[in-house]
């Protein structure tokens, strides 16, 4: 045993040795990092679908009912937000509309003390970047197209990935996502747009 020891030793005071064990460590280290950077959950949260405070679903208001998404997100075409709706705009239906079912008396209960519901966020950009609703949804890009088949979603979830690369390679050729004969040819690139 000592004898192997002393061999070891020995080889380990070879400088060529060594350096041969250094780089197979940092080798292995290397593949760790990769495998775990590639195998990690999207960090931009594609299919993430928090539970709201009530279950309200767009697979029925916007898929059967066929309410217009801009009904209830009419910030799309003139503000950077779409923003979510006011209890105002719940209750505008849900005065009458099954008002005895338990998540429609919160509501109701909700808005008569001039309370708020707090949904939770699902898409949210880093704060370094900038992005408005309006030059899109004005160009005549469905949401659909950034948001997937929301109107078959009875929880909304993140359907887009909210990386650069997916919003660069939709401003370098954005063709598919206009409507036929627009005269648009492409988003900006230029990193002043985006990160202002
Ligand atoms: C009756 C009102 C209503 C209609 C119609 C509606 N929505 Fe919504 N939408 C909401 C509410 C309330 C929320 C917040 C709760 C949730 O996420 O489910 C929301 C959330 C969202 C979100 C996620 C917001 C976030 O936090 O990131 C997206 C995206 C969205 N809606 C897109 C659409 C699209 C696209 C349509 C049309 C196909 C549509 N909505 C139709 C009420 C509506
Ligand atoms: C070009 C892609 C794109 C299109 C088209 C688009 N959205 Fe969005 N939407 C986004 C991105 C990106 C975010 C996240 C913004 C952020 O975190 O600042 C977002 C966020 C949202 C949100 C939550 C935050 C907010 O802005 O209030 C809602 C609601 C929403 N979109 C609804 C819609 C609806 C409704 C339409 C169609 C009228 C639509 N979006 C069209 C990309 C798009
Ligand atoms: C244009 C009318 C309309 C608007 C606006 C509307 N709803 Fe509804 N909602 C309905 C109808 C109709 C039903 C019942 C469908 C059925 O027969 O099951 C319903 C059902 C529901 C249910 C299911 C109730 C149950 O008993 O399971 C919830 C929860 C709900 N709505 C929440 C909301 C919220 C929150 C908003 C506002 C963001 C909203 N609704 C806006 C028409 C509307
Ligand atoms: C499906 C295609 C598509 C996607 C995805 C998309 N964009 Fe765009 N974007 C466009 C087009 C087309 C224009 C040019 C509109 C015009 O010239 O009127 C544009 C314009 C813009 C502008 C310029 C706005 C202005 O006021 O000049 C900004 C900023 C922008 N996009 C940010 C983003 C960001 C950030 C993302 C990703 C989170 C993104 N876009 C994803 C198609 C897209
Ligand atoms: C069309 C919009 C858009 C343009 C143009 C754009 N970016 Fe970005 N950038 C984004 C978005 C969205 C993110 C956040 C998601 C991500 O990190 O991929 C981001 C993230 C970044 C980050 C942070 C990366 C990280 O890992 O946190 C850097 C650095 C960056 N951008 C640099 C640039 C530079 C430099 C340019 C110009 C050559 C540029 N961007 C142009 C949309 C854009």
Redesign the pocket.
């Known amino acids: 045993m000592d004898r192997i020891a002393e061999l070891l030793w020995q080889r380990l005071r070879d400088p060529a040795v060594r350096l041969v064990l250094a780089a197979s460590a940092a080798a292995a280290l290397a593949v760790v990092c990769l495998v775990g950077w590639s195998a990690q959950p999207d960090r931009f949260s594609r299919g993430f679908a928090p539970a709201q405070p009530i279950p309200f679903s767009h697979r029925l208001h916007a898929g059967s009912l066929a309410i217009p998404?801009?009904h209830?997100?009419s910030?799309?075409?003139r503000s950077?937000?779409?923003?979510?709706p006011s209890l105002e705009i719940c209750m505008g239906c849900h005065k009458v509309t099954r008002i005895k079912s338990p998540p429609i008396r919160k509501l109701a209960s909700l808005y008569e003390s001039g309370g708020s519901l707090a949904w939770k966020?699902?898409?949210?950009?880093p704060g370094h970047?900038f992005?408005d609703?309006r030059p899109?949804?004005s160009a005549g890009?469905?949401?659909q197209?950034?948001?997937g088949p929301?109107q078959d979603m009875a929880v909304l979830r993140q359907d887009?990935s909210?990386r650069m690369s997916h919003?660069l390679s939709?401003h370098r050729d954005p063709k598919a996502?206009l409507p036929a004969g627009s005269a648009i040819a492409r988003g900006p690139e230029n990193c002043y747009a985006c990160h202002r």
């Open positions: 998404c801009q209830c997100h910030g799309a075409d950077r937000s779409a923003g979510v966020r699902v898409h949210s950009l970047v992005f609703h899109h949804v890009i469905a949401c197209t950034c948001h929301v887009m909210l919003c939709c996502a």
